[in-house]
């Protein structure tokens, strides 16, 4: 069963820094392109970040190019978001979420808030 | 920047009835859309890709019609466990994507 966890949101101050994990299992994370994608409270989803199989093509949103930085391990299994300078407005719920034929998102983690406030 | 419209914001139907759901793009992305679910407090749920291929593990009652620039998402008959909000995504533009701000569809 495939299975993704986020984990490391909670609640920071304006200009702070936090790092998201997700754990992955049950497929070879390997070989598997992975995003992050946002979801603020009370409103829709918003795709963060991206970042190919081997970590050679990275991607990002404006809202969040020069600030976040998405890196994985695939020894571990996992992915990571280290997020720096944080405003109020990246205030959401973070899912991680794996790629599908380059064209959708098939599996998603339970979500991690991250509350940015003073 | 390609953005999604999608309507109508809210749609209330009794439990049954057929409901169809409409995303617009402000221009083309070809077949690259996609259908979530979304039902509160959980995360987002592949239904369609490519835009007319269910997910696995989806119901026939879900279909994704549509190419282009106008795109149809029907649910032939609404059972309870179907009310929820749904989302269009595209990835014309990949490996950037965009979503669409949601149709709710409530119980009547």
């Known amino acids: 069963e495939v299975q993704l966890v986020e984990s490391g949101g909670g609640l920071v101050q304006p200009g702070g820094s936090l790092r998201l994990s997700c754990a992955a299992s049950g497929f070879t994370f390997s070989s598997y392109s992975m995003n992050w994608v946002r979801q603020a409270p009370g409103k829709g989803l918003e795709w963060v970040s991206y970042?190919?199989?081997?970590?050679?093509?990275?991607y990002y949103a404006d809202s969040v190019k020069g600030r976040f930085t998405i890196s994985r391990d695939n020894a571990k299994n996992s992915l990571y978001l280290q997020m720096n300078s944080l405003r109020d407005e990246d205030t959401a719920v973070y899912y991680c979420?794996?790629?599908?034929?380059?064209?959708?998102?098939?599996?998603w983690g339970q979500g991690t808030l991250v509350t940015v406030s003073s | 920047e390609i953005v999604l419209t999608q309507s109508p914001a809210t749609l209330s139907l009794s439990p049954g009835e057929r409901a169809t759901l409409s995303c617009r793009a402000s221009?083309?992305?070809?077949?690259?859309l996609a259908w979530y679910q979304q039902k509160p407090g959980q995360a987002p749920r592949l239904l369609i890709y490519d835009a007319s291929n269910r997910a696995t593990g989806i119901p026939a009652r879900f279909s994704g019609s549509g190419s282009g620039t106008d795109f149809t998402l029907t649910i032939s008959s609404l059972e309870p466990e179907d009310f929820a909000v749904y989302y269009c995504?595209?990835?014309?533009?990949?490996?950037?994507?965009?979503f669409g701000p949601g149709t709710k569809v409530d119980i009547k």
């Open positions: 995504q595209q990835r014309s533009n990949w490996p950037q994507f965009t």
């Open positions: 979420a794996r790629e599908w034929g380059e064209t959708s998102f098939d599996y």
């Open positions: 970042i190919s199989s081997s970590s050679s093509t990275i």
């Open positions: 221009q083309s992305v070809s077949s690259y």
